[in-house]
Nanobody
């Protein structure tokens, strides 16, 4: 099972770091993506990191503000979110295709974590 954590309430311009861990497999080998869904909106893929690699992709909406990374020793994938804006408010999920590359569709999802950006 994947579990995202680290969400919360932050002021515009602030930062948060989300974490994604897996309880029953080693996520080091797999691509891990971060997605988000705001009320009334479709789910949006925002970033992905390939397995056994530091190759990353970002949606235009977060490029330059968010950074995805992995710590293999901790078997954790992070999403560092800086310069947060109110339109970043959403439930954030991590997911994996259980393949090494981000080009595959996501097949395994975790519970999300709420991020609220408000003054």
């Amino acid at each position: 099972q994947l579990q995202a954590s680290g969400g919360g309430l932050v002021h515009p311009g602030g930062s948060l770091r989300l974490s994604c861990v897996a309880s029953d497999f080693n996520l080091n080998y797999y691509a891990i993506a971060w997605l988000r869904q705001a009320p009334g909106n479709q789910r949006e893929g925002i970033s992905c990191i390939n397995g056994n690699s530091n190759s990353t992709t970002y949606a235009d909406s977060v490029k330059g503000r968010f950074t995805i990374s992995r710590d293999n020793a901790k078997r954790t994938v992070y999403l560092q979110m800086d310069s947060l804006r109110p339109d970043d408010t959403a439930v954030y999920y991590c997911a994996t295709p259980l393949e090494r590359l981000c080009t595959y569709g996501m097949s395994y999802w975790g519970k999300g974590t709420q991020v609220t950006v408000s003054s």
